[in-house]
C-alpha cells in the first residue's frame, strides 16, 4: 500500500449513555505523500472526529484506519502512540499544550521524547518558535500567552518533528491574517520541501484553495468539491 493514510469504510458514533450519535458513515480517504488536502463542512459535521480517527486517537466504530500500511485496530495503544510520535503532527482545535511547561519546552517535547539530546532539542524549539513569531514568549506558560500565541506554540509543537503527515484542525483560527499566513507558509514549506502530507480542517475557503485537493465533509461522507 502506498498510502500514508487509509480510511476504508469507517462509520464512527459516539455513545453517551443510552444515545447514540452517528458521525461519519462508510467514509473512504485515501491520503498520499506529498499530497495536501482541506476538510471543510458546516460545524458539528464530525471534522475534528474524523481527524482523531486518522491520528489514531479514536477507533472507528466500524471500518478500518492503515497508518502507513498498518491497520491500527489491531495494534495496542502502546505500539499506535509510538507509531504516531514517529509519523504524525498534530495541531488540535483546542491546543491542548501542557500548562506547567514553557513555550518552548512545550515545543522541545516531542524531540526530547524520542530520546534526541536536550540542548539540540531546545535549540531547534526556540528556531521554530522565532519562525512563529513568538521569540519574546520562549519563557512563557499557556496562562501567560494570548490564544493565538498558544495556537502558534501548538503549531510549531506539531511541526518540530518534521512529521510525514500533519493533521491540523482550524490551526488558524485564532489567528489574524499575518499570522495565519505566516504559520500555513510553514505548513505549506513542510508539505513542499520534505514531501510530508497535510490535511487540514478550516472554514476559510481562501486557505482550502492553497489545498490540492479540498473534500467536504456530509452527511458522514466526504466528497471532492
Ligand atoms: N464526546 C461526545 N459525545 C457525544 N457526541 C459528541 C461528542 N463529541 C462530539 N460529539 C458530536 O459529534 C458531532 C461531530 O463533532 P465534531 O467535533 O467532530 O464536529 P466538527 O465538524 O469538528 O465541528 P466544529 O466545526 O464545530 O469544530 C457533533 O454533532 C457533536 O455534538
Ligand atoms: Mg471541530
Redesign the pocket.
Known sequence: MNNLIECQQVSYH???GK?K?P?LEALNLSISSGESIAIL??????????LNLLGGMSQPSKGKVHLNGTNLGQLSEDKITELRAQHLGFVY?FHHLLKDFSALDNVAMPLLIRGDDKQVALTSAGELLSKVGLKDRLDHRPAELSGGERQRVAIARALITQPSCLLA??PTGNLDAKNAADVLGLMIELNQAQNSALVM?T?DKKIAQKMQRILI?ENGQLSES
Open positions: 459516539y455513545n453517551s444515545i450519535t458521525v463542512g458546516q460545524s458539528g459535521c464530525g471534522k475534528s472526529t474524523l482545535q484542525d482550524e480542517v472554514h465533509l
